[in-house]
């Protein structure tokens, strides 16, 4: 069974669909996804190695080369290349490109289409281009209010008590408490600690609430 025909579809500022979707006159014969993570490292006195810590994710990106071909309409191929790098442009009304989302089977990718390359590879006797290789990439858009509604942080909400052992160290603690070695600080403050080095074993540690 034929895979059906892929699609690109605007979408309004409210995520439904603006206008007619543009059909892909061929389907990719192939496509990339590529996800990443975004670290920090904090140096933390008396170690070799700093502390790695995780930032943030980065914006999946997905990227294809879409084929386009008019020679038997004689017509011009950047007629229907046009529709997809028209995705690039700033309307009339907006004050950035427009959303879209790539519909593919099982395959839909809600994104901004951030960079388009045409390659132009057959032409009429006028010149006139009749075959384009379109290598798109589109980056993934999601507003603040989905991202928070599909993850809800687990963050230390309120003040805890630990108890340090031998060998304990305030940024392993932090790390432990918040998932953030640089807030040893925090709880050296809320504990009236001045060498964060001399730290006793069985000593009761206030671990403050994140903003708190």
Same mark, same amino acid.
């Given at each position: 069974?034929?895979?059906?025909?892929?699609?690109?579809?605007?979408?309004?500022?409210? &995520?439904?669909?603006? %206008?007619?979707?543009?059909?892909?006159?061929?389907?990719? +014969?192939?496509?990339?996804?590529?996800?990443?993570?975004?670290?920090?490292?904090?140096?933390?006195? /008396?170690?070799?190695?700093?502390?790695?810590?995780?930032?943030? %994710?980065?914006?999946?990106?997905?990227?294809?080369?879409?084929?386009?071909?008019?020679?038997?309409?004689?017509?011009?191929?950047?007629?229907?290349? /046009?529709?997809?790098?028209?995705?690039?442009?700033? &309307? +009339? &009304?907006?004050?950035?490109?427009?959303?879209?989302?790539?519909?593919? %089977?099982?395959?839909?990718?809600?994104?901004?289409?951030?960079?388009?390359?045409?390659?132009?590879?057959?032409?009429?006797? +006028?010149?006139?281009?009749?075959?384009?290789?379109?290598?798109?990439?589109?980056?993934?858009?999601?507003?603040?209010?989905?991202?928070?509604?599909?993850? !809800?942080?687990?963050?230390?909400?309120?003040?805890?008590?630990?108890?340090?052992?031998? &060998?304990?160290?305030?940024?392993?603690?932090?790390?432990?408490?918040?998932?953030?070695?640089?807030?040893?600080?925090?709880?050296?403050?809320?504990? %009236?600690?001045?060498?964060?080095?001399?730290?006793?074993?069985?000593? !009761?540690?206030?671990?403050?609430?994140?903003?708190?």
């Amino acid at each position: 069974m034929a895979l059906e025909k892929a699609m690109i579809q605007r979408l309004d500022s409210k &995520g439904n669909p603006d %206008g007619p979707a543009v059909s892909v006159l061929f389907n990719p +014969s192939e496509y990339s996804i590529e996800q990443s993570n975004q670290f920090q490292t904090t140096a933390i006195p /008396g170690l070799s190695v700093p502390a790695t810590q995780f930032v943030s %994710g980065n914006a999946r990106t997905l990227t294809m080369d879409l084929l386009f071909d008019s020679y038997e309409q004689k017509e011009d191929v950047r007629v229907h290349t /046009g529709k997809v790098t028209s995705l690039l442009d700033i &309307g +009339s &009304g907006r004050n950035a490109p427009p959303v879209c989302k790539f519909i593919w %089977g099982k395959l839909e990718f809600k994104a901004v289409l951030e960079r388009a390359t045409q390659r132009f590879t057959m032409f009429l006797g +006028s010149g006139i281009p009749v075959r384009a290789t379109l290598n798109v990439t589109f980056k993934e858009y999601k507003t603040i209010t989905e991202q928070l509604q599909e993850k !809800k942080p687990e963050l230390a909400d309120e003040a805890k008590e630990l108890t340090a052992k031998a &060998g304990d160290a305030l940024w392993a603690l932090a790390e432990e408490a918040y998932g953030d070695p640089a807030k040893w600080r925090d709880i050296a403050k809320a504990n %009236g600690i001045a060498n964060p080095l001399k730290l006793r074993a069985g000593a !009761k540690l206030k671990v403050p609430r994140l903003g708190g």
